[in-house]
C-alpha cells in the first residue's frame, strides 16, 4: 500500500555530496520508520541509516556516520539522504525501506525484516 520511489542518484567526485530523495505515493509513510540500504556490485545489502517515525531518532553505521545525513519531511511525504564528502566505496544501488513496528537500531539490521522497499538509485562516486 505504501511505494517507495528512490531519485537523486547520478555521479559525484570523491569529497563531493549529493542528496537522495525517497518520495511514497499511495499510503503515507508518516507512520514508518524509515531507512536507506546500499549494495555495491558483487556484495552484500548494507545498512546506511534509519529515522523514527517523529525525526527524532537516527542511527548510522561507522562507515557513514559524519558524513551522511537523513532527514523525513513528513508534509511532503519523502525521506533524504544527504550524503557529504563522498568515497569511492560509497557507489551502490541506494534502496529506501519502509517498517511500520521496528526501531531505528533494528532497522540498522540487514536481516530486519522491510515491509517495503524502493527500486533503488545508482550513486557512482569517482576518485
Known amino acids: 500500500q505504501v511505494q517507495l520511489v528512490e531519485s537523486g542518484g547520478g555521479l559525484a567526485q570523491a569529497g563531493g555530496s549529493l542528496r537522495l530523495s525517497c518520495a511514497g505515493s499511495?499510503?503515507?509513510?508518516?507512520?514508518?520508520?524509515m531507512g536507506w540500504f546500499r549494495q555495491a556490485p558483487g556484495k552484500e545489502r548494507e545498512f546506511v541509516a534509519a529515522i523514527s517515525r517523529n525525526g527524532g531518532s537516527t542511527n548510522y553505521p561507522d562507515s557513514v556516520k559524519g558524513r551522511f545525513t537523513i532527514s523525513r519531511d513528513k508534509a511532503k511525504n519523502t525521506v533524504s539522504l544527504q550524503m557529504n564528502n563522498l568515497k569511492p566505496e560509497d557507489t551502490a544501488v541506494y534502496y529506501c525501506?519502509?517498517?511500520?513496528?521496528?526501531?531505528?537500531?533494528?532497522?540498522?539490521?540487514?536481516?530486519?525484516?522491510?515491509?517495503?522497499w524502493g527500486k533503488g538509485t545508482l550513486v557512482t562516486v569517482s576518485s
Open positions: 499511495g499510503r503515507t509513510f508518516s507512520s514508518y520508520v
Open positions: 525501506a519502509a517498517n511500520r513496528i521496528t526501531t531505528v537500531q533494528a532497522m540498522g539490521v540487514v536481516s530486519t525484516p522491510k515491509d517495503y
